[in-house]
């Protein structure tokens, strides 16, 4: 089992909810339109819930926008989000509270946020930009079938 920390993007969902369930393996398994923070994060058992409330607590809520459809190669179609700098910086900063939790586990050098429509390329016919708020770290963890909302903390305005 395993946990992730990412930012909720209910915004989106009105436009890319059917996408995502239709081609989005997780958006079926119960994780909502997210740019993530930390993946794959602690093992359930190993959360410090505390610690993650404290280093929320550091970090300020934020405007932003999802500005364009854009492509990882043939594999994923994901919106990009104007400013980016606020969750780069934030990702980084989760890395440095936990070090051994690289963000997608070291596999990518670059930190790219987005929030995944599919995994494959699709042309997409979205009206953008999408005015989005960054209010919340959700702490998600896996279950058996499907991912679950552990906890919500709030980013401070």
Do not use: K, N
């Not at 996408?19 to 119960?30: C, K, M, N, Q, S």
């Not at 093992?43 to 410090?48: E, I, R, S, T």
């Not at 970090?59 to 400013?83: G, K, M, N, S, W």
Request: proline share 11%.
């Amino acid at each position: 089992m395993r946990t992730a920390l990412v930012i909720p993007i209910p915004e989106a969902e009105p436009q890319i909810g059917a996408l995502r369930l239709a081609h989005d393996p997780v958006a079926a398994e119960g994780v909502p339109a997210h740019v993530t923070v930390l993946f794959p994060f602690a093992q359930p058992a190993d959360v410090d819930e505390a610690a993650i409330e404290a280093f929320v607590a550091q970090h300020r809520a934020f405007d932003f926008q999802l500005v364009a459809v854009r492509y990882f190669d043939d594999t994923i179609t994901y919106l990009a989000p104007e400013p980016s700098a606020p969750f780069v910086a934030l990702t980084r900063a989760a890395w440095a509270r936990w070090p051994e939790f690289p963000p997608y586990g070291g596999a990518h050098r670059d930190i790219i946020p987005h929030v995944t429509v599919a995994h494959e390329r699709l042309a997409l016919d979205l009206t953008l930009p999408i005015a989005c708020r960054a209010r919340e770290v959700f702490l998600l963890e896996e279950g058996d079938v499907r991912w679950r909302l552990r906890r919500a903390f709030p980013l401070p305005t």
